[in-house]
Structure formats: structure tokens, C-alpha cells
């Protein structure tokens, strides 16, 4: 299987300020269709999780542009400009390359 | 707009079984993957089976293996999953989930399932 490591855990963010996410895949995510399955998502509290990123770098519809997604190599990161209250919850990576599809263990986000 | 709305979720004592129904709405259901994902209380996200767009293709995690099944029918834009031999370990909230890209776009709202006695 393939293991999805996040860092950090815990992440207290004060508004205004860039927040930082990484997640590390223990082997490729790339396809053979040259795209990479990977995707990140944010579970608000008390809500169902929501795409955020998909291909590693591409921002799912109505996702505001202060969220991005980067690669290098088997390293993944989640960037927010400038975080804001309504962007606390956990943050989930995933890989969608083979099943069984894997998450990594969350992120939570919140307001210092 | 795109919906996708669980049920049949409840509590059920070890051993029994229950079926979980997904009805989707708003997209061509018969045109997507479609996966179900599970999250125990407090913990995080673990995915638990997929199935093609016609039902010819399932996959599950090992920890379901031989006592879930995963159906849909697009007839009626809906998905399924039935449990069977259920344990307190797939004490759960249930989504379901659609396959865009290898993501998972869009999610349910969830239903509970928990198992004890």
C-alpha cells in the first residue's frame, strides 16, 4: 500500500499569515497519462470533506485562489497565502493513483 | 448543481448487516466511478470500496474484503453498499463520493453506521 505522511499534525495559524502543508508519498504518484494522482481536501468542522486540489496543482472549481498545490518529486505541499477564519478544519492528502486508495492522517488548521 | 445524499445508516449489533443507498443528483450518474469512504469518530479518512461506471469493476479495502459489496443502479442514479458480518471496527460515518480525475470531487453528507451491542 501506498503510505501518505503529513506534517505538521497541528498547524495555529494567525489570519493574515501563509500556512504551509506537506505530504510525503511513499513511492510515484504519476501515471502513466503523465498526470499525478494526488489530491488535497479540507473537512470543515462539522462538515463532509471538500476537493480543495486535484493533480497535484490544480485548484477544483470555487476554490479561492489563495490556495495552491506544489510537487517535487514524492513531496507534496498545500500553500494558503493568507489564511483566513473560515479555513480552519483538517486537511486531508490522498493518493488516487492504486488501490487501496490512502489518506494521509490530517492537518488541523487553526486560529491562533 | 451536483448531490449526493446517503441513508440506511443506524445502529446494528455485531454480526448483522445493513445496506447504505447513495442517490445522486444533478450529473449523468451512469458516466462516473464511484467510491464509498468511511471516517470512524475523531479519526481520519480511510477509503473503503470503488466501482466502474457499469458495476463490471469493484475494488475494497482489505478490511472489508468478502463482507462488503459495493452495486449501484444507474437507472435509478444510485449507489449501494451492503455489510455484511459487521464489527465495532466499521463503526463509522459512511460517505460516498465521485471519481473526477483521480479526486474525489464531491462528497455526501454521511451516514452514521454503528455497530454494537
Known sequence: DIVM????LSLPVTPGEPASISCRSSQSLLHSNGNTFFSWYLQKPGQSPQLLIYFDSNRASGVPDRFSGSRSGTDFTLKISSVEAEDVGVYYCMQGLQTPYTFGQGTKLEIK | EVQLVESGGGLV?????LRLSCAASGFTFSSYWMHWIRQAPGKGLEWVSRLNT???ITNYADS????FTISRDNAKSTLYLQMT??????TAIYYCSRDLAGSRDSWG??????VSS
Request: aromatic share 0%; proline share 7%; no cysteine.
Open chain 1, 5 to 8: 505522511t503529513q506534517s505538521p
Open chain 2, 13 to 17: 449489533q455485531p454480526g448483522g448487516s
Open chain 2, 54 to 56: 457499469d458495476g463490471s
Open chain 2, 64 to 67: 472489508v474484503q468478502g463482507r
Open chain 2, 85 to 90: 458480518s459487521l464489527r465495532a471496527e466499521d
Open chain 2, 109 to 114: 453528507q454521511g451516514t452514521l453506521v454503528t
